[in-house]
């Protein structure tokens, strides 16, 4: 989750965008830099670490006001162009060489971007047997070089034929030094936003990076070029074809900038999943048919001598370990123990060399978490840690870590993470499943083909959704009690679900077994108790129909979440929910969507702050 931010214009403009870069801080990275164009020489800083690194190397300590002079970066007169980036690594580690902006082999050249590029491979090589040079690891640093490759002259057009040979989803701004009042940039997947003021122009992969400057906007769509200047933007598609595009005005206050518009973190937090999933699992699937975890660098031989996978975890991070435990079994044919790890680290628990422990936690830090880990790595086992904040104690607490890229989650309610986590697992369980040959070849790819869809399926289940659940919530704010049942897969998401009802809305929930539910809670049911039901299509999707009709049986209202396409559930339910059809054990990772949304709405129709929750608080760290 990087950050973008250019300017143009008649200002100094260095620190115009150290501060846009730090009104996109909470989106998280590792490093940061920015270029300067002046006199037609372009002068790059970059630096590891939080942008305080950064304000020192180009001379600005954090405790100065800012000024417009000074600073070993600054040329003389000071620049009027530039472009800022905040990197959050991807492809290839944390360095200086790999923080942004990055160069062609001629310097004149400058990117910054945001995303993937996925054929970064091939053009890699290409442009290598061509004679290009690099000087970074990264795959950013490709499309300065192909943009090098087609100019001849006119910047806006190597900018279009270099998009044209890119795959991936990225946005990206590029500058050259011949044209001291001009940035180009592209969109693909990945936000970018023009800002027009008086007589300069900002480009940001989000408003609040220039919200102070100005409030008139022009968004970009995916497949289009914007060609940036002191007087405006043109925009155009990618065949050349011009673009009319209205300027929209920001209303905004600086708070609901941080928002994104949404009235919530936790609401655009919901809507950042397709990201955070994209993002998560993208680089990692190299090709069509094999997933990459080599990251990790677990040996080949202690993959043939696991004995079995332990995960331990709390809250919903435990959910996302659930959701895991049925993909890695199904598919690597490993087994699985699920552990709540204030419970793991006071068991004495029975755990060795052969064994992998997984500990999921988003922020890293939390006690119970770390402890469980620890206690496992003193009795030889291998400790993962799958968290989403780099430099957390839980990655120097691990042998190895995967990290989640779900940038920062300001909602006490985990939404963002918890998908980005679960998909996490599905990777590792793909990646197990081949590295012990446990799964045929040609299945694993098309699990692999149905993962690559989902952060598109996440966007489409989002908007096709929303409205109907918010009818739902209205029907159902006032309810006491809610109860949720699923099985197999099913029975992660209901946990989740309950889990978000109760945290936010403060309304009792259960979530069970569906199965059991006969043992006990069926004694809850009357007219007036909501049920949600997942019922996405599954091998077992029959037994839950049963579950169905004796919940109607006593008259509870159903509302169940069902795969499109689907009849049998509807003629059960009260009322269903529809999500997009994929492989059956990735259906969690859509289905608990709808039931963030309906613990979204409930709560919000009971006027609560969503975004924190009484007696709840995240565990955050920020340097
Ligand atoms: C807190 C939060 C939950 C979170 C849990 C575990 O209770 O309210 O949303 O799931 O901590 O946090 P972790 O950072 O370890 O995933």
Request: charged residues 25%; contains cysteine.
């Amino acid at each position: 989750m990087c950050g973008i931010v250019g300017y143009v214009g008649g200002r100094p403009c260095r620190d115009l965008l150290v501060a846009g870069l730090e009104k996109l801080e909470y989106r998280g990275y590792d490093s940061a830099g920015i270029s300067l164009l002046t006199d037609g020489h372009v002068e790059t800083v970059r630096a590891v670490g939080n942008l305080s690194n950064l304000r020192a190397a180009i001379g600005l300590d954090a405790d100065t006001p800012v000024s417009a002079e000074g600073g070993v970066a600054v040329a003389t007169p000071p620049a009027t162009i530039g472009l800022g980036h905040t990197r959050w690594a991807t492809h290839g580690r944390v360095t200086e060489e790999n923080a942004h902006p990055h160069g062609d082999c001629t310097g004149h050249i400058h990117i910054v971007l945001n995303g993937i590029v996925e054929n970064h491979t091939e053009l890699r090589r290409e442009l290598s047997e061509s004679g290009h040079a690099f000087s970074s690891e990264t795959d950013a640093e490709i499309v300065a070089h192909m943009i090098e490759k087609h100019y001849d002259g006119d910047l806006t057009e190597a900018v279009r034929n270099a998009f044209a040979e890119l795959r991936g989803h990225y946005a990206f701004v590029a500058m050259h030094a011949d044209h001291p009042d001009v940035l180009v940039a592209a969109r693909q997947e990945c936000p970018l936003i023009v800002g027009v003021g008086e007589g300069e122009t900002f480009v940001a992969s989000a408003i609040p990076a220039f919200l102070a400057e100005t409030r008139d906007v022009l968004g970009l769509k995916n497949g289009e070029i914007v060609t940036v200047t002191p007087e405006g933007a043109r925009i155009v598609e990618v065949d050349g074809t011009p673009v009319e595009r209205e300027i929209e005005e920001v209303t905004w206050d600086e708070e609901a900038a941080e928002k994104g518009g949404y009235s919530t973190f936790m609401l655009k937090e919901i809507h950042e999943q397709p990201d955070a999933v994209a993002e998560t699992i993208t680089d990692r699937i190299p090709d069509a048919d094999s997933v990459d975890l080599s990251e990790l660098e677990i040996s080949q031989e202690f993959l043939n001598d696991l004995r079995r996978i332990v995960i331990v975890a709390c809250g919903t991070s435990y959910h996302a370990g659930l959701v895991g435990r049925y993909a890695i079994e199904q598919w690597a044919r490993v087994p699985v123990e699920m552990d709540i790890a204030s419970e793991y680290r006071y068991r004495d628990p029975v755990v060795g060399t052969n064994d992998l422990v997984v500990g999921i936690t988003q922020s890293g830090e939390t006690a119970d978490t770390l402890a469980a880990m620890r206690l496992a790595r003193e009795r030889g086992a291998k400790v993962m840690a799958l968290t989403n904040v780099m430099g957390s104690q839980a990655t120097r607490d691990a042998d190895t870590v995967l990290y989640t890229r779900a940038g920062l989650e300001m909602g006490v309610a985990a939404t963002k993470t918890f998908t980005a986590q679960t998909a996490a697992m599905y990777l590792l369980g793909i990646w197990l499943a081949q590295s012990r040959d446990a799964w045929p070849p040609e299945k694993i790819a098309e699990v692999i083909a149905e993962l690559k869809g989902i952060p598109s399926k996440i966007g489409t289940t989002l908007a096709s959704v929303e409205e109907r659940v918010r009818a739902i919530a209205r029907s159902h704010a006032e309810a006491r009690f809610f109860l949720y049942l699923g099985r197999n897969i099913g029975l992660p998401v209901c946990l989740e679900g309950a889990l978000k009802m109760k945290e936010i809305s403060y309304i009792p929930t259960d979530a069970y077994a569906a199965g059991e539910m006969k043992h006990g809670p069926i004694a809850l049911l009357d007219e007036s108790t909501p049920v949600v039901c997942v019922a996405t299509d599954s091998p077992i999707l029959e037994k839950v129909l049963s579950n169905i009709a004796e919940v109607r049986a006593r008259g509870a209202d159903v509302i169940a979440i069902a795969t499109e396409g689907n009849t049998q559930v509807a003629e059960v339910a009260d009322q269903t929910l529809y999500v997009p059809k994929t492989d059956w054990v990735l259906q969690p990772i859509l289905a608990v969507l709808p039931l963030q949304l309906l613990a979204y709405h409930v709560a919000r129709l009971n006027n609560l702050n969503v975004d924190q929750p009484r007696n709840l608080a995240k565990t955050v760290t920020v340097e």
